[in-house]
């Protein structure tokens, strides 16, 4: 099936009611000319309201990820929702994508233990305790 076809589909679930008072999100990749990874393309049905009483009134969102773009929150985000300092937020930036603590320290120019002591504090703020842990709630806040 073409994407054409397939976006055409997916909205139609998420547009139009089939007398089950039911709408579906689906969602499918599409290639890409450049021969990249394949977006990955969501199409989500928004929740109607009271007013929404004729079926043209019914909503979607459609999201497009792009896989190949690395999730990096903004370090004054992270300060501001968690009360981080600006060396905290650079070392959970750096986390989110991948870098170990020692590779942090360098690219900072700080001690490993200077990286060590910055995520504890973050831990504490973030009320998290393990670094799969952390990352994954960083990644769930981003933009």
């Known amino acids: 099936m073409d994407t054409n076809r397939k976006l055409q589909c997916a909205l139609r679930a998420a547009l139009v009611d089939d007398g089950s008072m039911i709408r579906n999100g689906r969602s499918f990749v599409c290639g890409r000319p450049s021969g990249r990874r394949p977006y990955v393309v969501h199409v989500l049905p928004l929740p109607r ?27 004054a985000l992270l300060r501001r929702l968690f009360g981080l300092t600006v ?11 991948g870098a170990s603590l020692g ?41």
Request: hydrophobic share 40%.
């Open 103 to 143: 590779d942090i320290a360098d690219e900072l120019s700080v001690s490993y233990q200077t990286v060590r002591t910055h995520l504890q504090h973050i831990f504490d703020k973030t009320d998290t305790h393990r670094q799969a842990e952390l990352v994954r709630l960083l990644l769930t806040v981003g933009p």
């Open 49 to 75: 309201t009271a007013a929404d009483e004729i079926e043209s009134d019914a909503t979607a969102l459609v999201l497009i990820v792009d896989p190949d773009k690395e999730p990096e929150p903004a370090a």
């Open 87 to 97: 060396g905290e937020a650079e070392v959970a930036v750096r986390l989110t994508g």
